[in-house]
């Protein structure tokens, strides 16, 4: 890892990975895969006594994994959402999502690129009639709509691979829209959430998460994931920025206004999140059913971004104002 500063003045690390993860060969991924199912009740239910936000929600999972296993015999997918549905500060933030929307009726929702469950998952809790899920990635936006055939959920979904600066819905068409650790990815950051904003109806909600740290900072890394971006003369692309206070202020709510409510999830010690994403990243060999008693033991919640000896994750909910 190395350290730079951008012509904008982001202070910037430069995050370096292996090309692919080591493998673990047939029989030793049999036995993890094995291990996983023993030990992932044991980390939920201590995870969940320690006050893990989002345990509860792995009883949805459990049940879609379930379904998944009559309905189609997809062992794979079967297994990730029984033994790990979500990622690490995924709990955090579904939890905030679908606590505060639990009282909406959206009947229009749209979600840019969060990670897959989420918006599959939420858009049947609220029984939206519409739920546009809009992600540039096309092989990503393929394997979603897979999994949601195979979860066998009823509702009406759109797919859409634009770029979030290039939709054109009608302006002020949704109830809700959703964004889940994606701002952070996308360069023109302020460009996407005007896109964003603009098409959410007057009295509609925003909700958004992005990672932060009492000082901000972006990444730069080897791996194109997204294959969207092209890499400067040393073969690095834009990774994510982690948002201090003033780069909020700056970057978000210049467009939006201020949160009407937020919630913040970070390290009690710092460094801890660098090592698991290398960890994650590096080998198979990580013990995905204990993310949820790690998030339990090594971060917490704070009452400003400040107060964080490291990095975090802030979730924001805005209120769009009506005009008239």
Known sequence: MSTGVTEQGWPTRTLRFPKAPIELGRVRTAVWAVCGLALFPWCWFLASLLGCPGTAFRWYFLRAGLRVLVRSRDLRLAYKLVVWPLDSFRYFELDFVVKRCSSLQPRRY??????????????????????????????????????????????????????????????????????VSVIEHIPEDTAAINALWSLIKPGGRLMITVPCAAEKYQELTNIDEYKLLHANPDGLVFWQRFYDLEALKSRIFLVTGEPVYQEIFGEIQAGHYDSNVLAKRTSHAYPVWAEPLMMAKRYRRYESIDEMPGMGVVAMEFVKRSTK
């Open 110 to 179: 749209l979600d840019l690129s969060s990670p897959r469950f989420l918006p599959a998952s939420l858009s049947q809790i609220l029984r939206c009639e519409e739920a546009v899920l809009v992600n540039p990635d096309a092989d990503d936006l393929r394997k979603t709509q897979e999994t949601i055939k195979s979860m066998g959920l009823t509702q009406e979904f759109r797919y859409d691979g634009r770029l979030v600066i290039d939709l054109d819905y009608e302006t002020e068409s949704f109830d809700l829209i959703t964004s």
